[in-house]
């Protein structure tokens, strides 16, 4: 799988932006889970983008996660569960976050 080529379609370096705040320099693609909508990967800050689906009361959520290795980030989009490979070895592997402002991308 090619991190580019799956992580980075076309454009591969647009801005990522909720509101007034920039969050990545990596185009978000889709995913197939009930927990995430879709992920973005920037390879030069090694910084995860995740958009989270809303549920019942809950909106939909951004976050970000600093120092994420490209093949974790891979590896997240190529899961057959994206929400089991999260919580497994992005949550649980004390990656740096925060969630942004404004929701939806």
């Known amino acids: 799988m090619s991190i580019s080529a799956d992580l ?4 591969p370096r647009a ?11 990596a185009a978000l693609i889709p995913v197939t889970s009930s927990q995430i909508a879709a992920v973005g ?9 995740i958009r989270f689906r809303g549920s ?4 939909e ?3 970000s996660y600093a120092g ?3 093949e974790v980030a891979a590896g997240l989009v190529a899961a057959a569960s994206p929400g089991i ?3 497994r070895h ?7 976050f925060w969630r942004h402002q404004g929701g939806a991308p």
């Open 15 to 25: 801005a990522i932006e909720t509101g007034d705040e920039t969050i990545a320099t």
């Open 68 to 70: 994420v290795p490209a």
């Open 85 to 87: 490979y999260f919580n």
């Open 90 to 96: 992005i949550r649980q592997g004390g990656y740096p």
């Open 56 to 59: 019942g009361r809950r909106p």
């Open 41 to 49: 990967y920037d390879p030069i800050a090694c910084q995860l983008v």
């Open 8 to 11: 980075h379609p076309t454009p």
């Open 61 to 63: 959520a951004v976050y």
